[in-house]
């Protein structure tokens, strides 16, 4: 039996079989124990301290910081360091980015960056209901919780589904609230891919992240509850900041 796997088993997370931990790691094992001392927003001591107290080089020192940045532990805050916070759970779920965010206990919020109408392309037609050349709304927004960028949205849906977007929605609120409310258009169900990029140098910009850092990308097509195409989505989340949640049932 595999005792490593079993449930409650200890789990010999980052350790090799050889049992030599690289000094790097051992640095980071140190400094997580120091992340669930300070709390969050907890402000770490410099990099050349880090590396005078472990008696390591700040190489070394700067290779486990970036690695608990990656893993959501740490944010940066000014030229300092500090304890993040727990990552958002957005749920699998026909909710929106609003509802999520809510259960979190944060608030919601988007900052518009383009709304444009251009004629459909032939591959986005059978996604958005639409005819090709027939107008279709591109709108870009950013992603706030509690004003930090989180992530990067677009949103695709033919003008004939939505005519007026441009002068009756206001872009900081839901879109799914306004096709349900203003337009009387609900959800029936979506198709949704998630795997993971890196940012282009240009939506690393918008989010206000490093390029390098690993992002969310998820991909959704939305039908109505008559089954009609309704909307196309591709949303851009931080990895340090996010994780995703789902309930599974066993099929009939």
Sequence with gaps: M????????????????HGRVPKYYAVKAKLALMVDELGEGGLLPTERDLAVRYEVSRETVRQALRELLLEGRLR????????????????????SYTEGVRRAGRRPGRSLISLDR????????????????????HMERVLLADDERVGLESTYVSEARAPHLDTEFDPDSSFYSYL??????????????IETVLATPREALLIGTPPALPMLLLHRVSRDTAGRPLERVRTLYRGDRFSFTAHLGQQG
């Excluded at 595999?2 to 079989?17: D, K, R, T």
């Design 2 to 17: 595999n005792y490593q796997n079993a449930p409650g088993a200890p789990v010999n997370s980052g350790i090799p079989e």
């Design 76 to 95: 940066r805050q000014g030229r300092g360091t500090v304890v993040a916070g727990p990552k958002l759970e957005q749920p699998l779920s026909l909710a």
């Design 118 to 137: 251009f004629p459909c392309p032939e591959a986005l037609a059978p996604e958005v209901g639409a005819e090709r050349g027939e107008p279709v709304w």
């Design 180 to 193: 349900h409310d203003r337009l009387g258009i609900s959800f029936g169900d979506a198709d949704e891919r």
